[in-house]
């Protein structure tokens, strides 16, 4: 792979998916748009810039969308940015913090290219998980979960950047 920059689109459907286990009696889908992004691949390091707009973010239940909107606009989280670097090699996969607002979380994602048409780079594969630790749903009947983990799986659209 030779070096470059990718730009990540902002289009329909390029949606980053989060999904917990179980908690309770449900599991907690919600999916973010990515508002922007940068790819980059230099001799030795690949860097994943993202940022995700929490505040257009959609759940298949009515209850979570309105806990998640209430999440989001408690810690003044409408935004989420995540940077993560890691060494170029056979697999790729970077490491970096995903903040949003006062939230803050380690998250680790491994990244696969994927050709589309003529292009090599047409677009990328991220997925990964991570631990959030302890968090308070305002969901009645849910409240407190003391070990909230969650998957992320997005396939992204690129563009060659010349800057």
Known sequence: MTAGRWEINAVDGADVRLRSGRVGLMSVN?????????????????????????????????????????????????????????????????????????????LGLTITPVASGASLMGEIEIVGSANMGTVHLPIPGMGTIDDFSFDVDAKLPLQASSG
């Open 30 to 106: 919600v999916s973010a748009p990515v508002a922007s992004g940068l790819l980059h691949i230099s001799a030795h390091e690949i860097t994943l810039t993202l940022n995700l707009a929490l505040d257009q973010l959609k759940t298949g239940n009515f209850l979570l969308q309105s806990a998640a909107r209430s999440i989001v606009t408690r810690n003044k989280a409408h935004t989420l940015v995540y940077s993560g670097k890691g060494p170029l090699g056979e697999t790729w996969w970077v490491s970096g913090v995903a903040q949003a607002g006062s939230i803050e979380v380690e």
